[in-house]
């Protein structure tokens, strides 16, 4: 986990804060989770993932590799951090690290924006990977979403893993 942290680290200390939002943020977050619950949070910041993957094509690849490229060029663009794409036997794992939580430095807020904002991921990587070719049953879904670590998302179907099939994910 040590090359994920200096990752993480090396990425921080090069971005520049855009302070003037950071409240915005926290306020608009916790109106959204306060006025439509968990739940509604949920799915309304899922929602801002498709739309952001929809103002935000990929290019188009021919490797794993190429497409966490892709992938990165706009994460950086954003300033919201890096990825990292495992191949695992039928589904892929996604690690998003360096997310830029408004709340850095305070645990007990980080905690709940960590949790909603994997929601946004959610959203943003299931639209990114359908409009590749992905399958639409095949799900985006968040393994671990922990403030100041790596938020890990799995793309697959969980039945396949026992079904010795092939994944089929794109």
Known sequence: ????????????????????????????????????????????????????????????????????????????????????IQVLDSSLMLKHGAFPLPSYGNEQQQRFEARLFSALLEGLYQSWLLALGGKPDVQVRVKTAEAGGVFEFVYGKSRLAHSGRSPGFL
Do not use: C
């Open 1 to 84: 986990m040590t090359d994920m942290t200096d990752i993480t680290t090396d990425y921080f200390f090069r971005q520049q804060t855009k302070a003037a939002w950071v409240p915005f943020i926290r306020a608009f977050v916790a109106e959204i989770a306060q006025t439509a619950g968990e739940a509604g949070a949920d799915s309304f910041l899922r929602q801002i993932g498709k739309r952001l993957a929809a103002d935000y094509p990929l290019a188009q690849y021919n490797s794993i590799d190429e497409l966490e490229r892709s992938m990165n060029v706009v994460l950086q663009e954003l300033q919201w951090g890096w990825l990292r």
